[in-house]
C-alpha cells in the first residue's frame, strides 16, 4: 500500500498545476504538445511541415461577415458569422491572440477531426480559411446550451418528456455512447469525454464537441492523429480520468478509456459531481487509481452496478465496448419504465382485490382484471426479468379464479390456461371442480335426453295415431259377429305387439325415458283392459257393463298420463270423460262415444305433434 501511494505522489508531481486544486481544477482540461499531430510523410530527421502551411492561401475571410463574440476556451475564440455566398449563419473559431503554434496545430487537428467523423453528433466543419493571425475554422452554429448546465435543470428534463432528471440525462448519455461508437468504428478515439464537451440543441440535438484530444485507433485516421497505443500524454480531465490515462496501470490508452470516461460520466449523473473530483492533485490521482469507485447506497443498484463495470480499474473487466454499455444503460432505462408501469398496476391490482372481497359486479372486476393483466404484461415486454409484474399477474389471476371457482369452474379453467405461474394447488383445484362440473353437465344432458320429446317425435305420433284408429274400430266389432268377453280379452292382447312395430320402424321410440314410459303406459292398458274382460267374464257381468267400464279404465289411464307424463294430454282426458258420462246415462251409444273417444286420441297427438314442430 506504501508503495502504491508512493507511486500516485510521483505521478501527481509530474502534473503541470498546482498541486491543490481548488474549485473545478479537476474538472478542467489537461494537454501537452506531444497530442500534436505529425505528418507521416516527412522526411525522417526533418520537421514536418505546419499545418497551417498547408492551408489553400486563395482561402479568404472576405466570403464571410465577422459578428460578435459567442464563446471563448483554452485553444480559441469563437464569434458568430454570416455566409455570404450562401447567406446562412455559421460559427468561425480563431487562435486567441497569444496563441502559440501547437495552439492553432490543435485547433486544425480538431477540424480535420470532425470533418473526418461525418455524424449527426458531430459539429461539421464547412471550411478551414487562413485569417492574418493563423487558421479560421469555419462550423455550423449550434444554438442550445451545454450538458454541463442543462444536466440539473428539472425544467428541461419536463419539457423534453422525461419522468425525471435521471431519465432524461440518460437518454442523453445514450446519445453520446452512439457517437462515440461511431467515433470508434471510424478509428478515433475521444480522450475528453465530460458533460461539459456535450452540446445539447433547441431540438433535441445532441452534439459532442472538443476532439483537440483525439487519438488515432486506425490506420487511416494515423495520418492525421497521434496512434492511441503508443501515446503517453498526460491529457484529458483528472476528474474523469481513467487509471491507464495517468499511468496507474500498465495499458496503453484505447478504446476502453472512453468507455470508462463515459462511465465517469454516468457516476457524474447518478451522484451530481465527477468521480475523482478531489481538492488536491494527490487525493486526485489516489481516487483514479482506486477505480472503480462506489456509488452511494441510495443510487440504484443496477446503475452501481453498470458504472463500476465501465470504470473497473483494468480494461480487461471492462464492458467489450461502449455498445455494450450503451445496451446496458437502455437495459436501465426499460427497466425504470417498466418498474413506473407496475406502480400503476399495483394500484389497479389493490382496487381488484378490494372489488373481489366486497363482491363488486362482475363487469368492473374484469374491467380491473384486464387493466392489471396489460399493465403487468406491459412491464414484463418492457423488462423480461421483471418478478415483481411476474407475481403482480399471477396475484390479479389468482383473486379472479378463486372468485369464479365457486361460480364458474370453466371461466376459472379459461383464466388458469392464460397465467400459467399460478399456485399449482390452486390449479389442482381448478382442474377438479371443472372435472366435477363436466361430471355434473354430461349427467344433466344425459337426463335431458332422456326426458327429450322430440326424439322418435314423428314415429310416436303415427304409433298413437293408428292405435287410436285400432281403438275406434274396436267399438264396432259386434258389425262383424257375435264378440264375447274372451274374443275382446284376447283382442286387447294381441294390440301388444303393435309395440314391436313400433321399435322396428324407429328404434328412437325406446331411447328416452320418455317414449318408454308412454309405450309402458300403453302396454299396462292394454293388459288392464284384457284382465278387466277375463274378470268380468269369471263374475258373470254382461258385456255392455264390461264396455263401460272399459271407457272408466281409458278414462283413468288418459287423466294419469296428463298427470303425470304429458299436460297437453288434458283433451283425451276429457272427452273420455265425458264419453263415459254419455255410455251410462244411455247405453245404446257407447259405439259412438267409444268411437269418438278413440278418434281424440288421434286428434290429440297430431296436435301435440303440430306444436312441437312449430317450437323445434
Not at 487537428?109 to 475554422?137: C, K, M, N, S, Y
Not at 283425451?572 to 257407447?590: D, S, Y
Request: net charge neutral; proline share 5%.
Amino acid at each position: 500500500m506504501a508503495e502504491d501511494r508512493s507511486q500516485v505522489v510521483t505521478l501527481a508531481s509530474a502534473i503541470p498545476v498546482p498541486g491543490s486544486l481548488p474549485g473545478s481544477g479537476a474538472s478542467a482540461t489537461i494537454s501537452t504538445d506531444k497530442t500534436v499531430a505529425t505528418d507521416r510523410s516527412a522526411t525522417p530527421g526533418e520537421a514536418p511541415p505546419s499545418p497551417v502551411d498547408r492551408l489553400d492561401p486563395l482561402a479568404s475571410l472576405s466570403a464571410l461577415a465577422v459578428g460578435e463574440v459567442i464563446g471563448e476556451g483554452g485553444m480559441g475564440v469563437v464569434r458568430t458569422a454570416v455566409q455570404r455566398s450562401l447567406s446562412r449563419t455559421v460559427a468561425i473559431k480563431t487562435t486567441l491572440p497569444d496563441a502559440t503554434a501547437h495552439d492553432a496545430e490543435r485547433m486544425l487537428q480538431e477540424a480535420w477531426v470532425t470533418g473526418f467523423l461525418e455524424h449527426p453528433g458531430v459539429v461539421p466543419v464547412h471550411d478551414i480559411l487562413r485569417g492574418a493571425d493563423g487558421p479560421v475554422v469555419v462550423m455550423r452554429r449550434i444554438r442550445g446550451a451545454t450538458w454541463e448546465r442543462r444536466r440539473v435543470d428539472d425544467e428541461w428534463a419536463r419539457t423534453q418528456g422525461a419522468r425525471d432528471l435521471l431519465e432524461q440525462n440518460l437518454r442523453v448519455f445514450v446519445r453520446v455512447c452512439e457517437i462515440v461508437e461511431f467515433a470508434h468504428a471510424k478509428g478515433v478515439m475521444h480522450r475528453d469525454l465530460k458533460p461539459a464537451n456535450v452540446m445539447l440543441g433547441s431540438f433535441g440535438e445532441v452534439y459532442l464537441l472538443d476532439w483537440g484530444l483525439a487519438l488515432a485507433l486506425s490506420d487511416e485516421a494515423a495520418e492525421r492523429l497521434p496512434r492511441a497505443g503508443v501515446s503517453r500524454d498526460l491529457a484529458g480531465t483528472l476528474a474523469y480520468a481513467a487509471p491507464e490515462m495517468i499511468g496507474a496501470i500498465d495499458a496503453p490508452i484505447g478504446e476502453h478509456t472512453d468507455q470508462y470516461l463515459l462511465g465517469s460520466v454516468l457516476f457524474e449523473l447518478a451522484t451530481g459531481r465527477p468521480p475523482h473530483d478531489k481538492p488536491t492533485v494527490t487525493q486526485t490521482f489516489e481516487s483514479i487509481a482506486a477505480s472503480p469507485p462506489k456509488l452511494p447506497v441510495l443510487a440504484p443498484a443496477r446503475l452501481a452496478a453498470i458504472c463500476a463495470r465501465a470504470m473497473e480499474k483494468e480494461p480487461s473487466a471492462r464492458y467489450a465496448g461502449v455498445a455494450e454499455l450503451r445496451r446496458e444503460v437502455l437495459g436501465f432505462l426499460r427497466l425504470r419504465d417498466s418498474e413506473h408501469v407496475v406502480a400503476q398496476a399495483e394500484r389497479a391490482l389493490e382496487a381488484l382485490r378490494a372489488a373481489c372481497e366486497t363482491g363488486d359486479d362482475r363487469r368492473r372486476i374484469y374491467d380491473l382484471h384486464g387493466e392489471c393483466r396489460f399493465a403487468f404484461r406491459e412491464a414484463l415486454h418492457m423488462w423480461p426479468d421483471n418478478e415483481t409484474a411476474r407475481n403482480g399477474l399471477a396475484t390479479a389471476a389468482t383473486l379472479v379464479i378463486e372468485r369464479e371457482l365457486g361460480r364458474d369452474p370453466r371461466v376459472a379453467v379459461a383464466l388458469l390456461d392464460e397465467s400459467p405461474d399460478i399456485d399449482p394447488a390452486l390449479a389442482a383445484r381448478v382442474r377438479a371442480a371443472a372435472a366435477d362440473e363436466m361430471k355434473e353437465r354430461e349427467g344433466l344432458s344425459r337426463l335431458a335426453r332422456m326426458h327429450d320429446q322430440q326424439t322418435g317425435l314423428r314415429a310416436r305420433q303415427i304409433f298413437f295415431a293408428l292405435l287410436g284408429l285400432c281403438w275406434s274400430a274396436s267399438q264396432f266389432a259386434d258389425r262383424f259377429g257375435p264378440v264375447t268377453h274372451l274374443r275382446f280379452a284376447v283382442s286387447s292382447l294381441l294390440e301388444i305387439p303393435v309395440l314391436l312395430v313400433a321399435w322396428l320402424v324407429s328404434r328412437d321410440m325406446f331411447r328416452t325415458l320418455f317414449n318408454r314410459r308412454l309405450l309402458l303406459s300403453v302396454a299396462l292398458l292394454l293388459v288392464a283392459q284384457s284382465a278387466l274382460f277375463f274378470a268380468t267374464y269369471l263374475l258373470g257381468v254382461d258385456l255392455t257393463s264390461t264396455r263401460v267400464l272399459q271407457l272408466g279404465l281409458w278414462a283413468t289411464v288418459a287423466a294419469a298420463l296428463t298427470t303425470l307424463i304429458e299436460r297437453r294430454f288434458w283433451p283425451m282426458t276429457l272427452v273420455t270423460v265425458v264419453a263415459l258420462a254419455i255410455t251410462i246415462r244411455a247405453p245404446e251409444l257407447r259405439a259412438l262415444a267409444g268411437a269418438f273417444a278413440s278418434l281424440t286420441v288421434t286428434a290429440n297427438v297430431l296436435w301435440m305433434w303440430r306444436q312441437q314442430r312449430a317450437v323445434s
